[in-house]
């Protein structure tokens, strides 16, 4: 190997050395420590009683309560991202082709969510869709319902809430695997006799569903491990796994169990996001 090299290999550990040093220290071993947690058992005096059990994992495919927690996750997560993806593919289509001179001005429009808290957003949901919030109070100064209709505290608002939250990453996303199309490819199609929705099918679409597949795969991943939303829209007791998992150690500090609780979800989410992309890429092809 020669001196060149070398100096490459050192260049390069010594500039990676600071980033994976600081994610070993507070991502990987964190979570061996809880993968750890996760096969002890819970002692309601001494909280933990450290031995090798598999009780905690047990426990949860065992229980029917919690295969209604993963179910309603899987479905408020698909929700969500699925509404962002139908919402967001419009405006960032137009983001994308817009040659105004205030795109950059729209951009800032799109990220100024990001810049609020989930609760603060959460919050103004609730003056929305609360009992004497503003939707129903409107619908029933227009006649259209006599009392109030349950709205919060429902799977509608968490979903809707959450969507609120990961659309403006799903619209960054697309707008800019749509910045790099080139279109007049799509032209030549229409020029030769395709229909628009021949065009758009079968050469626009295959060329931006890389970007749409990784803004899924974002968007889905946040959607599965929110907490903050479906605390605040669901109420404390809505079925859905960061709550769950969050109740298992406020409220009566189950370490074991809520460990696995936090692998299972893990687990649930990379598995279902490798079968979306094995799906989407043998469809594709």
Same mark, same amino acid.
């Given at each position: 190997? /020669? ?13 990676? /050395? ?15 420590? &809880?993968? %750890? ?16 059990? +598999?009780?905690?994992?047990? %426990?949860?495919? #065992? ?7 993963? +179910? ?22 137009? &983001?994308? %082709?817009?040659?105004? %001179? ?25 003056? +929305? ?54 279109? /007049? ?32 795969? &974002? ?22 796994? #960061? ?16 460990? #696995?609780? #936090? ?23």
């Amino acid at each position: 190997m /020669s001196k060149i090299n070398i100096r490459q290999i050192g260049a390069a550990t010594g500039l990676l /050395s600071p980033a994976t040093l600081l994610v070993l220290g507070s991502l990987v071993l964190p979570m061996l420590i &809880l993968l %750890r947690y996760s096969f002890n058992a819970y002692d309601p005096m001494l909280l933990m009683r450290e031995t090798f059990t +598999l009780e905690n994992y047990v %426990r949860f495919f #065992a229980e029917p309560y919690f295969h209604t927690v993963i +179910l309603t996750t899987l479905a408020v997560a698909l929700g969500a991202t699925i509404g962002s993806i139908i919402l967001g593919f419009p405006i960032a289509y137009f &983001l994308a %082709r817009t040659q105004s %001179r205030f795109k950059s001005f729209l951009v800032v429009l799109v990220i100024f969510p990001l810049l609020v808290g989930n609760v603060v957003r959460a919050a103004g949901w609730i003056t +929305l869709f609360g009992t004497r919030g503003v939707v129903n109070v409107t619908l029933m100064n227009l006649g259209i319902i006599s009392q109030p209709i349950e709205i919060m505290y429902t799977d509608f608002a968490v979903v809707i809430g959450t969507l609120s939250v990961v659309l403006p990453f799903m619209i960054l996303t697309l707008q800019g695997v749509i910045e790099n199309v080139d279109f /007049s490819i799509v032209d030549a199609a229409l020029n030769l006799g395709a229909s628009r929705y021949k065009a758009f099918t079968r050469i626009f679409l295959p060329m931006i569903m890389p970007g749409v597949l990784a803004g899924f795969v &974002l968007i889905f991943i946040l959607c599965m491990n929110a907490y903050a939303t479906p605390y605040l829209l669901g109420g404390p007791g809505y079925k859905m796994m #960061a709550p769950t998992l969050y109740n298992q150690i406020s409220s009566v500090a189950n370490w074991p169990f809520a460990s #696995a609780l #936090a692998f299972i979800l893990m687990a649930v989410t990379v598995i279902s996001t490798l079968l979306v992309t094995r799906l989407t890429t043998r469809r594709r092809r």
